[in-house]
């Protein structure tokens, strides 16, 4: 009996000893300044994807990516409509890059899924007309989504009759079928790409806030969570809904601003899963705002959602009034002090900010949007809401809201700025040409710019995007 009460104790000594060590080397690690060669800053789908990139481009150097939140994916990446876009609704001349992305971003993520299993749900989409004006804008995408890449099996426009045949629900004037278009859940990809990135050494810090940035030497120290400090030689924002702030931090984009709207989904009832075949949207009612119509969302597990519309919000996490009541001064006074005043004032942004509040207000609000051209759907059955994603939207000095994403940068440091839909379609052709751009540029030249990245080349993708 002693005997085992001895060697009890001395396992209970041995495994104290054990955990205080334990303990002591976490305390010591934690307390550490762990230096990078390449820090970015967001795990989203965009700082992701960046991260996948350069880890398999720079085998020797040591690359680290901060998020705030427990995972990746965990804002906007994660909480959007999920459809990999055709870049039908993009001007080639304005957002050449954007549609350029768009385009081999579905080959890439089609591409990415069948090689990791990941539902990849060609279903498409069906953009409807309600008037004249609206068959007008459908003739134009038609046009740009030819010049942006697409065949004519890809795209079909379609008179009233022809649409009814395909899906007789629908009411409309005249119709685009996008068939290049599919459902996804960009969580998953994000997680994987994630999980490759780790597996080339990228390491994550997460629930690791920004608070602070500074210069020391030549390094950028990144202050986290106003404690731990890090140092690295090349800093990336891919900070979504703040990269504008973190750009301030080190002197860029000092005459912009941004401005946040929360879009809001409904989830409609399982007898509504067999409505239409298609999800579908309609052609924008104001070509300035053409995130505020919402659709009918078939999602990639066959659910069926309506939205988004676009509260405006005081926070890029501002899903609920206690965080929007917390950012509602500061935010309004940095609006006043910038060109965002101007768009405030704007009598037909107000009008639009009050028929987005009320739609948020009023589930039936929303529902008799989506209603015009699905006049089946009724309000009644809408019980629950979905996840509300928030779009940050940048605007400059004039106080006019900038349709593309912002590149910044100064010696030792790359910002991506304003970078909305469809950013999660062409996160992959975007993050490739970032890294490229970054390369060519000479601030941060990658070791092996013929790396295999997965399934692919990377010089080969900046070939493709150059075509
Ligand atoms: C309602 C809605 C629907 C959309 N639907 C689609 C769609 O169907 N298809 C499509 O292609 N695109 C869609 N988009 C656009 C797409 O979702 C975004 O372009 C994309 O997700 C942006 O990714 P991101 O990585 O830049 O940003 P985010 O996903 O917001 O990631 C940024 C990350 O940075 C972190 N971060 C910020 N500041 C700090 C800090 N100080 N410290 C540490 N971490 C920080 C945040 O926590 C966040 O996780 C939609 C957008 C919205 C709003």
């Known amino acids: 009996m002693d005997r085992i009460s001895n060697l009890d104790r001395a396992i209970r000594q041995t495994t104290a000893r054990i955990q205080f060590n334990i303990n002591w080397y976490v305390q010591y690690t934690n307390s550490m300044t762990r230096n990078f060669d390449i820090l970015i800053i967001g795990g989203g789908i ?18 680290g990516v901060v998020e705030q939140s427990e995972g990746v994916a965990f804002h906007t990446s994660g909480r959007n409509t999920g459809k990999v876009h055709a870049p039908y609704l993009y001007n080639p001349e304005k957002k050449k890059l954007f549609a350029n992305a768009a385009f081999h971003g579905y080959e890439m993520w089609e591409e990415y899924a069948r090689l990791k299993k990941l539902p990849f749900k060609k279903d498409g989409v069906i953009e409807v007309a309600l008037d004249c004006k609206g068959i007008r804008v459908l003739e134009k995408y038609l046009k740009w989504a030819r010049q942006n890449g697409l ?10 009759n022809e649409i009814k045949r395909v899906e007789p629900e629908i009411q409309c004037e005249s119709a685009l079928y996008i068939h290049r278009d599919s459902s996804v859940d960009y969580s998953k990809f ?43 030689k090349f800093l990336i924002n891919a900070a979504g809904g703040e990269s504008i702030d973190i750009a301030h931090d080190v002197g860029l984009g000092k005459g912009l601003t941004d401005v946040h709207f929360r879009g809001e ?19 924008p009612e104001f070509p300035d ?11 990639v597990d066959g659910s069926c959602e309506i939205g988004p519309n676009a509260v405006p919000v005081f926070s890029p996490y501002g899903y609920n009034r206690t965080e929007n009541l917390k950012e509602f001064l500061p935010k309004m006074l940095e609006m006043l002090g910038s060109g965002a005043r101007k ?25 008799k949007r989506v209603r015009r051209f699905l006049p089946k759907i009724d309000p009644e059955k809408f019980l629950e809401k979905g996840a509300a994603g928030i779009r940050s939207s940048v605007i400059n000095e004039d106080g006019k809201f900038l349709p593309d994403v912002i590149l910044l940068n100064n010696e030792s440091s790359f910002h991506i700025l304003n970078y909305n839909s469809p950013g999660a379609t062409g996160a992959l052709a975007f993050s490739a040409h ?15 710019l013929n790396a295999e990245c997965g399934p692919w080349k990377f010089s080969d993708i900046i070939e493709k995007l150059k075509e």
């Open 46 to 63: 965009l700082g992701t994807s960046i991260s996948y990139f350069l880890s398999h481009l720079n085998k020797s150097r040591s690359i």
């Open 151 to 160: 065949e004519d099996s890809d795209i079909e426009l379609m008179d009233r």
């Open 190 to 232: 994000t997680e994987s790409l994630m999980s490759d990135s780790k597996n080339n050494g990228t390491q994550t810090l997460m629930k690791s806030r920004v608070t602070e940035i500074k210069k020391e030497g030549t390094a950028w120290k990144i202050v986290l969570n106003h404690e731990k400090e890090v140092l690295t």
């Open 265 to 283: 989904y409904w989830k409609a009832p399982k007898e509504y899963n067999s409505l239409t075949k298609t999800s579908i949207y309609s052609v």
């Open 289 to 299: 705002y053409p995130f505020l119509d919402p659709h009918w969302i078939i999602r």
């Open 343 to 367: 768009a405030v004032f704007d009598k037909q942004f107000q009008q639009l900010a009050i028929n987005e509040i009320q739609s948020s207000m009023s589930k039936s609000a929303m529902v």
């Open 434 to 448: 970032i890294v490229n751009k970054i390369n060519d540029s000479g601030l941060l030249k990658s070791e092996d």
